[in-house]
C-alpha cells in the first residue's frame, strides 16, 4: 500500500463510505429531481456500538436503535434558493417547508421547530469559497437529521482497522527502497497534507452510543475542521514569512500587485464570524439539551469543553488577523520608501535641469535687446529690459504671498508683546505712586479699601 497514492483532497474517504463493507440493511434510495447534485448517506445505530447503512427512507429509529442521515450540499455557485430545493428534494417528505427553512438559512439559529430541536451555523460568505462554513442539524430522541456544505472532514464511518495513521511508515528514497518492517511510503506533498489535520481519521471514530454522543460528535467534527482552516493558514503564513525575509523585489512587488493579504484578511475575518456563529449557538444547544431525558451528563460536558475550544480558536484566529496587518503594513511602508527614492530621484533631476530651463528659456525668449544675438534695431533694444524687469517684478510678488503670513504673525506678535510690557510698566509705576503716597501719610503701611 502507497500512501502517494493517496488523494490529497477528502473524495476519496466518502468514496470509500460507500464502498465500504459495513452490512447494509437496505439501499434503495429513492429517485430525486436532482441525481447526483447532492451527496446522502444514512445510517442505523443500534445503540451498542455498532452501525449499519440504511436506505434513505428518513424513519426515526425504534426503542435504543436510532438514525442518521446526513445530505452534503455541493460547494460551488449557487443561490441559497437552490440549495433550499435540493434540501426538498431529499428531505421532502416527511419534513415540512419551516424546517427545510430552519435547516437552509443564513445565520445561527437554536431552537425547537415542529418538536424537534434544530440548531444551525451557516455562515452567509459564498458557497465556493473555502472560508464559507455551513452546518444544520434536526434532532429528536431517535433520529439526527444533518445539512453540510461541502465535505466536513472525519464526519462519517469507516470500517475498523483501515486508518492510515496506524500504519508504520518509511521516507521514501530515491531507489524507492522501504525499510524492513514498514508498510507504507510516505512522500513530501502527503506529509503536508496529513500535518494540516489535527484529528484522527474516520476510521478512528467511536460509534455513537446514543443520540447525544452523535449531537456532539457532529459538533466536535465542526469544530475541527476549523481548526484544520487555521492550521492551513498558520502554515501558509509562515511560508509566505519565509519568502518575505528571503525575497527581493519582484516578490514584494507581486505581493501587493496580488492584493494577497488583504485578501486573506478577509478570510480571517469570515472565519472569525464562523466561529462567533458557534460561540452563540452551541453554549444554546447546550442548554436546551441539558434538559433532555435522552442527553447523557457526559455529553453535556463534552459540548462545554468544545465550546472552550472555540474560543480559544478565536483568539487564535486574532492573533493571525494581527499577524496579517503587520505583514501588510511592513509591505505598504517599503512600498513607501520605494516611491520616495524614486521621488528623490526625480528631484535630483529636476535640480539638475532647472538652471539649463531657466538659461534656455531666458535666451529663448522672442523679444529685442537680447544679449549676445544679432538684435540691433534701436526700437526694440528694451524688451528683453522691460521682460526682465516684469519677471522679477512677478517673482518679488509670489514671495511675498509665500512670505506674508509669516510676516503678519511675526508683526502681530510683536504688537501684542509691546501692548503687554507698556500695560506691566504704567501698573509697575501707578503701585509705586501709591505705596510711597502710603508711606508719607502714616498709614502704617496699610491700604485703604
Known amino acids: 500500500m502507497d500512501l502517494a497514492q493517496i488523494q490529497p483532497a477528502g473524495d476519496r474517504e466518502m468514496e470509500e463510505m460507500d464502498s465500504s463493507t459495513v452490512p447494509i440493511l437496505e439501499n434503495n434510495f429513492q429517485k430525486t429531481h436532482f441525481p447526483g447534485m447532492v451527496r446522502q448517506k444514512s445510517y442505523i445505530f443500534d445503540g451498542h456500538g455498532n452501525y449499519y447503512n440504511k436506505e434513505w427512507d428518513l424513519i426515526e429509529g425504534n426503542g435504543k436503535q436510532f438514525c442518521w442521515y446526513h445530505v452534503e450540499l455541493p460547494k460551488g455557485k449557487q443561490k441559497l434558493s437552490q440549495s433550499a430545493q435540493h434540501l426538498i428534494d431529499v428531505l421532502c417528505p416527511p419534513l415540512k417547508l419551516q424546517d427545510i427553512l430552519s435547516l437552509v438559512s443564513n445565520g445561527p439559529f437554536c431552537g425547537h421547530v415542529d418538536g424537534a430541536l434544530v440548531f444551525r451555523v451557516n455562515s452567509p460568505g459564498p458557497p465556493s469559497s473555502n472560508f ?14 444533518t445539512v453540510s456544505l461541502g ?48 484529528h484522527s481519521e474516520e476510521a478512528d471514530n467511536p460509534v455513537p452510543k446514543s443520540v447525544s454522543n452523535l449531537v456532539v460528535h457532529v459538533i466536535d467534527t465542526h469544530v475541527d475542521h476549523l481548526q484544520d482552516v ?43 464570524q464562523v466561529i462567533a456563529h458557534g460561540e452563540q449557538v452551541f453554549p444554546r444547544v447546550k442548554e436546551k439539551c441539558s434538559s433532555k431525558h435522552w442527553f447523557a451528563s457526559e455529553d453535556i460536558n463534552s459540548l462545554e ?47 539638475i535641469f532647472l538652471p539649463l530651463s531657466t538659461i534656455t528659456g531666458v535666451f529663448g525668449m522672442n523679444v529685442g535687446g537680447v544679449p549676445w544675438t544679432v538684435q540691433k534695431d534701436p526700437a526694440l533694444k528694451d524688451g528683453f529690459r522691460n ?63
Not at 464559507?132 to 437529521?145: H, K, P
Not at 514671495?399 to 501698573?427: D, G, H, K, T
Open 132 to 145: 464559507t462554513f455551513r452546518l444544520a442539524a434536526r434532532v429528536t430522541e431517535n433520529s439526527v437529521i
Open 151 to 198: 465535505r466536513v472532514p472525519r464526519l462519517g464511518f469507516s470500517p475498523v482497522g483501515r486508518s492510515l495513521l496506524s500504519e508504520i511508515p518509511s521516507i521514501e528514497t530515491p531507489r524507492r527502497e522501504r525499510q524492513q518492517g514498514s508498510s507504507i511510503v510516505i512522500r513530501e506533498h502527503v506529509l503536508e497534507f496529513l500535518l494540516t489535520m489535527n
Open 230 to 272: 487555521v492550521t492551513q493558514l498558520e502554515m501558509e503564513l509562515d511560508s509566505v514569512e519565509l519568502e518575505l525575509d528571503q525575497g527581493g523585489f519582484a516578490l514584494k512587488k507581486e505581493m501587493l500587485d496580488d492584493r494577497r493579504f488583504p485578501k486573506m484578511h478577509l478570510n480571517l475575518q469570515r472565519l472569525l
Open 305 to 351: 469543553e468544545l465550546i472552550g475550544r472555540l474560543r480559544r480558536l478565536k483568539e487564535n484566529v486574532g492573533f493571525l488577523a494581527n499577524r496579517v496587518t503587520a505583514i501588510q503594513a511592513g509591505l505598504d511602508s517599503w512600498q513607501s520608501e520605494q516611491i520616495n527614492r524614486k521621488l528623490y530621484y526625480l528631484s535630483f533631476l529636476s535640480i
Open 387 to 449: 521682460v526682465m524687469v516684469l519677471c522679477l517684478a512677478m517673482l518679488i510678488l509670489v514671495l511675498l504671498c509665500f512670505i506674508f503670513p509669516a510676516l503678519y504673525s511675526r508683526l502681530s506678535a510683536w504688537r501684542q508683546r509691546r501692548s503687554l510690557r507698556r500695560n506691566w510698566s504704567y501698573n509697575r509705576r501707578s503701585f509705586l505712586r501709591r505705596s510711597v503716597g502710603i508711606h508719607e501719610s502714616g498709614s502704617g503701611g496699610y491700604l485703604k479699601i
